[in-house]
């Protein structure tokens, strides 16, 4: 048997301004609205809300975390939405996801590499 489900919200902003991501197992979404960052789950509802103060350059849902890479830093959950690493850094000029680890480069730090399993 199929179950739909549907997500309903309102927002001010256009239709652009919104981004959602959804897990791969399906039981997860990422809703990103307004000046907020919603991480929920189909079976447990809102997991966490993050204050966005930063513009978001992605999401990354990985096996078992969540990565949330803002341009000058980044949050890493798990599926509970428990932050499990939080960096503030400067502007990122380019980064790369290698299986478990983020590498990024800022314009005035130099590289960094980080674990995200």
């Given amino acids: ?14 239709l652009n301004d919104i981004r959602l991501a ?38 990354y849902f990985l096996e078992n975390r969540l990565l949330i890479l803002e341009e000058a830093g980044f949050y890493l959950l798990d599926l509970f939405g428990k932050t499990i690493e939080k960096k503030q850094l400067d502007l990122i000029e380019n980064f790369e ?7 990024i480069t800022t314009y005035d730090e130099g590289a960094f590499t980080f674990k995200l399993a």
């Fill in 1 to 14: 048997m199929k179950v739909h489900f549907c997500l309903l919200f309102s927002s001010a902003k256009e």
């Fill in 22 to 59: 959804i897990h791969k197992n399906g039981f997860h979404l990422l809703l990103e609205a307004e000046e907020k960052i919603y991480f929920l789950s189909i079976k447990d509802g809102l997991l966490c809300v993050i204050d966005k103060d930063i513009p978001i350059i992605g999401f």
């Fill in 97 to 103: 996801i290698n299986k478990s680890q983020l590498h």
